[in-house]
């Protein structure tokens, strides 16, 4: 009895003695800043960490890289305890790695500061306390990572970005459709869609949801109709297409009322036809008709149904799949559980 009693007491006193060890190893990428950076980071001022960063490089690019690395990935550990400063963070870092310089001299830094900054805007934490801010980073993180030429980065990044701009729809739909806009456009590159074409056919998928929306084309009636033009454009390209005919068929759906919503039309009175075109070329595709049998008569029933109600803003309620893939009227779908993982690092 006196053993048990004694061994508990070693084990109480053992515990005791690990617990700030295990706080310290919980937060061990900002102890392990430089002092100046880390009293820049954790005093959440994102010019003071920018400034940190070009002091200690002293000019030297590779340095550059190795330390805006090192901020965001503490930054990604206060997350929970302090999201705001880990969102300026990583504002910081990403601004950091946008000079060209820096990304040839550390490439592979340049790859992780992006994938990284793309896992703390999309995270709930930075959404729920500062949303605005989270959006402003998923706009500089997606504009960084569309100049390494690394497609599966490229469309990762974008996948979360336009993952960001749908849960922001509702509280600010102009920054969402400008966001979905520039994740759109970055998937909009044939090596993107050939080398990462699942993640490719996810973001206009999502994109096409929120424009669908009248808040969305209310908001930015020619962001909405340049995303329009762009997701037929990627929905229709042979390899995106057969990664997921359904979805590609729901997302042309999703484009098409939009661009024949009145709104759009006026703010950008070509784009009906131009998405119209595009849509015609697609129902005769071979290559798109040997993914889906059935693609000529889901593509026509787009145009038809479309243009006996051309006013008509929700493709829910037209969308000749009728696929879950759709979810037109759904505004903040919950987190993809795999989106994380996706976002795991450079290839």
Sequence with gaps: MNLLRTSLVFLCLALAAAGPAFAQAGNSGVTALPPALRAALLSGN???????????????????????????????????????????????????????????????????????????????????????????????????????????????????????????????????????????????????????????????????????????????PQAVASIAIASTQVATNPVVYQSAPQAAIAAMSNAYSAATSQTVQAASPTVTQTVAAALVQASTSNSLGQSNPTNAAQVNAILSQQQSNPTQTNASQTNPANTSNSNSSQTTPPVNPGLNASISGPS
């Excluded at 805006?68 to 999201?83: H, S």
């Excluded at 749908?166 to 966001?179: D, K």
């Excluded at 520039?182 to 096409?208: C, D, H, W």
């Design 46 to 220: 994102a010019q003071a960490v920018q400034n940190a960063i070009t002091t200690l490089s002293a000019g030297n690019a590779q340095r550059t890289g190795q330390l805006a690395a090192q901020v965001v990935a503490a930054a990604e550990q206060l997350l929970a305890t302090n999201p705001q400063a880990a969102i300026s963070a990583a504002g910081a870092a990403v601004e950091s790695v946008r000079a060209t310089s820096v990304q040839s001299g550390a490439p592979q830094q340049t790859q992780s500061v992006v994938t990284t900054a793309a896992r703390i805007f999309v995270s709930p934490e930075a959404q729920r306390a500062a949303p605005t801010q989270a959006a402003s980073l998923a706009t500089a993180t997606i504009q960084v990572a569309g100049t390494t030429g690394n497609s599966t980065v490229i469309a990762n990044v974008a996948n979360a970005a336009v993952t960001t701009a749908e849960r922001a729809l509702a509280t600010n739909p102009a920054a969402a459709v400008q966001l979905a806009a520039a994740a759109v456009q970055s998937v909009n590159q044939l090596a993107v869609m050939q080398g990462s074409p699942t993640q490719a056919m996810s973001v206009v998928t999502t994109a096409a949801r929120i424009i669908v929306q009248p808040a969305a084309q209310q908001a930015a």
